[in-house]
């Protein structure tokens, strides 16, 4: 008996990264979940350039659902609502070693995008979707 694999989402957008001087970048992103990794979700920034490599950030599903409505996070990914005269957004702030972004991103799209996430793997039952014999066989495969 074979079983239906839960799809993957992903959804492409534009964010807006936010310089020191206030003035904002249009950054092209892919916002993605993977139910295979059911407590998370993806961001993939895109290089403009032709040979530049994609960046991905990994951050909890649930910071990010809380963050739509609350300030949410500690450390390296912190996210809060963000509204400007243009409309609604949610800011994402991205630390690490080798510096700080602050990015807009627009609520309807978050709110779209965890939407579908739900429907995929309902909110409270993502352990039923967690294969850990899979998780740690790919820990000690990279050893």
Not at 64 to 87: N, S
Request: proline share 8%; aromatic share 8%; glycine share 6%.
């Amino acid at each position: 008996m074979s079983t239906i694999r839960p799809t993957t989402v992903e959804v492409e957008t534009s964010l807006r990264l936010v310089a020191p001087d206030a003035t904002a970048l249009p950054v092209r992103a892919s916002l993605r979940y993977d139910p295979s990794d059911p407590y998370a979700v993806h961001v993939l920034f895109h290089a403009e350039s032709a040979g530049g490599e994609a960046v991905s950030w990994s951050f909890a599903r649930e910071l990010l659902v809380t963050g739509l409505d609350e300030p949410a996070g500690i450390g390296d990914v912190r996210v809060w609502p963000w509204a400007t005269p243009r409309g609604d957004f949610v800011a994402l702030a991205l630390s690490s070693p080798d510096g700080n972004a602050l990015f807009e991103v627009p609520r309807s799209v978050l709110v779209r995008f965890l939407r579908r996430t739900y429907v995929v793997v309902p909110r409270g039952r993502e352990s039923e979707h967690l294969d850990v014999d899979a998780a740690v066989n790919r820990l000690l495969a990279g050893r």
